[in-house]
C-alpha cells in the first residue's frame, strides 16, 4: 500500500488533520514521561492545555494504557507513532479504544506486519483526525509548540522516515527522534533545523547507529533519555553512543535502570524525577 494512498483512505473515511482546541487541564507545567515499556517506546506530554502520546509501545505488551491511566489520562489531544515498527506502533489499537484522540500523526510509510495492519484498522475506526508531518511544519498545540524536523520525503526506509520533533515548552526544549540513526541525523543537520534541545531522547533505543558526535554537537543536550528492556538482545544502549555523550558531559537516563523517567518544567528551568 503506497502511502499516499494510506492518506486517501484515512481522508475517506472522514478524519480530517485539524487539530482541536484541547479542554483545561489541571497542570501548570509541562510533564514529561518516558515511560518503562520494556524494549519499545512510549512517551506522554502532559500540560496545562493538551496530552500529547509519542509512541504506543510493544505489541507483545499491554502496559500503555495503564501507564497512561495512573497519571490521569481521560483523552489524548495527539499521538505521534514515529515509525512503524511494532514496538512504536504495537498498542495503539489500546489507545484509541481505551481513550478519545483527537488526531494521530504517522509519517506515512507502510510495513507488512500484523501490528501495523492491527494499528491501520483501529486507525480507520476510531474517528481520530489523520495527518502526515514533514520537515519544516510548525504546529501549536495549546501552550506547546512542536517543530518537526523529520523526514523532509520517504524513502521507504522505516528508520530513515521517523517522525522527529522538537517540542518547546516556554524555553525548555525537548527533541524525539524515533529511530532515526546517522544519516538521517547528518540530513536534519543539513537542512538548517533548530536542534538545540535540553533533553534529548536518544534515537534507537540508545544504539550506536544514533546519537551522532555532530548531532549530539548540534543538540547540545543536558540531559539524555533512551527507552530500553533491561537485559534486552540488541545490547541497547551501545557503549559507543554512551561514551560519545560522556565526552560532552551529557547527563544519561535509562529506563532499564530507572524505570519511567519524568522531566518536569515550568517553562524556564527544569526537575528530573525517577521510578527507581
Known amino acids: 500500500m503506497a502511502a499516499t494512498l494510506l492518506a486517501a483512505l ?12 484541547p479542554g483545561p487541564a489541571p497542570l501548570q507545567g509541562l510533564a514529561v514521561s518516558f515511560l518503562d515499556v520494556g524494549q519499545g517506546d512510549a512517551t506522554l506530554l502532559q500540560g496545562p492545555d493538551f496530552t500529547i502520546l509519542i509512541d504506543a509501545g510493544r505489541h507483545d505488551r499491554d502496559d500503555v494504557v495503564p501507564h497512561l491511566r495512573r497519571r490521569g489520562v481521560r483523552a489524548l489531544d495527539l499521538v505521534i507513532v514515529t515509525h512503524p515498527h511494532a514496538d512504536h506502533i504495537g498498542q495503539l489499537p489500546a489507545v484509541l479504544d481505551a481513550f478519545k484522540v483527537r488526531e494521530v500523526w504517522m509519517s506515512g ?6 501490528s501495523y495492519e492491527r494499528a491501520l484498522d483501529a486507525l480507520l475506526a476510531s474517528g481520530a483526525g489523520y495527518h502526515e508531518p514533514r520537515a519544516g511544519e510548525v504546529h501549536q498545540v495549546g501552550s506547546l509548540r512542536i517543530e518537526v524536523v523529520n523526514p523532509a520525503e520517504l524513502t521507504g ?4 522516515g521517523s517522525v522527529a520533533v522538537r517540542a518547546v515548552f516556554g524555553e525548555v526544549a525537548f527533541l524525539f527522534t524515533g529511530d532515526a540513526e546517522a544519516h ?3 540530513a536534519m543537520i543539513s537542512r ?3 536542534l538545540r534541545a535540553h533533553v534529548l531522547q536518544l534515537g534507537h533505543h540508545g544504539s550506536q547507529t544514533s546519537s551522532s ?3 549530539l554537537e548540534a543538540v547540545a543536550p543536558e540531559l539524555a533519555v533512551y527507552s530500553a528492556g533491561e537485559g534486552n538482545p540488541y545490547g541497547h544502549p551501545h557503549p559507543e553512543a554512551l561514551a560519545r555523550l560522556r565526552s560532552l ?3 544519561v537516563l535509562g529506563t532499564d ?9 515550568d517553562g524556564r528551568t527544569y526537575h528530573v524525577e525517577t521510578e527507581r
Open 10 to 21: 484515512v481522508l475517506a473515511a472522514g478524519l480530517f488533520a485539524v487539530l482541536v482546541p
Open 109 to 114: 510509510d507502510v510495513h507488512t506486519s500484523q
Open 157 to 160: 526506509d522505516l528508520h530513515e
Open 184 to 186: 538521517t541525523e547528518a
Open 192 to 194: 538548517g533545523h533548530e
Open 213 to 215: 558526535s555532530a548531532f
Open 249 to 251: 558531559g551529557v547527563t
Open 257 to 265: 535502570v530507572r524505570g519511567t523517567i519524568t522531566v518536569t518544567t
